[in-house]
């Protein structure tokens, strides 16, 4: 099975900031990388597929990047409704495993 | 707008079959575009995809759940079904339906149902 690991798991990051966050898995899967975000008591949001695709409808404050087994998600410059969990998934597999999650909090 | 909406028992017990259903709105199930999923969470935890299904009724499964989970799909209802049985305190979880592109180079699990929360318990 692939395995993804995030990190950090918890950042603490003021509005305006530059936040990246980095999803490793256990073994190459190409691009089929995606990037959600989800709010307390809500389902999760797709924002990136194909490690870099953003999706439609999402600010273009998110990026995505990488390929292979180490990705990024980077957010240009934090906004108060960005604060939230947010979850890597590979698709390269017939298992469709997600990371840990990293939790983006106020600081 | 596509629209996907859990339904089921909130409460099953140690042992029962766990039993959901999401009826999808806006779209069809009977598209050769998407396969439809079923991916749960336990209280203050991470996801876990439990399995797909695609409109012919093909499926593929998670293999730590696959000897218990069924998936099945309804054309006639517009909905897909979720059967996990020997349930335990450990498969209580919120859980979510959603939509998945079912080419590569397709937008995944890009519409989901809003979650159910399913506690087992005697």
């Known amino acids: 099975d692939i395995q993804l690991t995030q990190s950090p798991s918890f950042l603490s990051a003021s509005v305006g900031d530059r936040v990246t966050i980095t999803c490793r898995a256990s073994q190459g899967i190409s691009s089929y990388l995606a990037w959600y975000q989800q709010k307390p008591g809500k389902a999760p949001k797709l924002l990136i597929y194909a490690a870099s695709t953003l999706q439609s409808g999402v600010p273009s404050r998110f990026s995505g990047s990488g390929s292979g087994t180490e990705f990024t998600l980077t957010i240009s410059s934090l906004q108060p409704e960005d604060f939230a969990t947010y979850y890597c998934q590979q698709l390269n597999s017939y298992l469709f495993t997600f990371g840990p999650g990293t939790k983006v909090d106020i600081k | 707008q596509v629209q996907l909406q859990e339904s089921g028992p909130g409460l099953v017990k140690p042992s029962e079959t766990l039993s959901l259903t999401c009826t999808v709105s806006?779209?069809?199930?009977?598209?050769?575009?998407?396969?439809w999923s079923w991916i749960r969470q336990p209280p203050g935890k991470g996801l876990e995809w439990i399995g797909y299904?695609?409109?012919?009724?093909?499926?593929n499964y998670n293999p730590s759940l696959k000897s218990r989970v069924t998936i099945s799909v309804d054309t006639s209802k517009n909905q897909f079904s979720l059967k996990l049985s020997s349930v335990t305190a450990a498969d209580t979880a919120v859980y979510y339906c959603?939509?998945?592109?079912?080419?590569?180079?397709?937008?995944?699990?890009?519409?989901w149902g809003q979650g159910t929360l399913v506690t087992v318990s005697s």
């Open positions: 959603a939509r998945d592109g079912a080419n590569w180079n397709d937008p995944p699990f890009d519409y």
């Open positions: 806006g779209g069809s199930v009977s598209s050769g575009s998407y396969y």
């Open positions: 299904i695609y409109y012919s009724g093909s499926t």
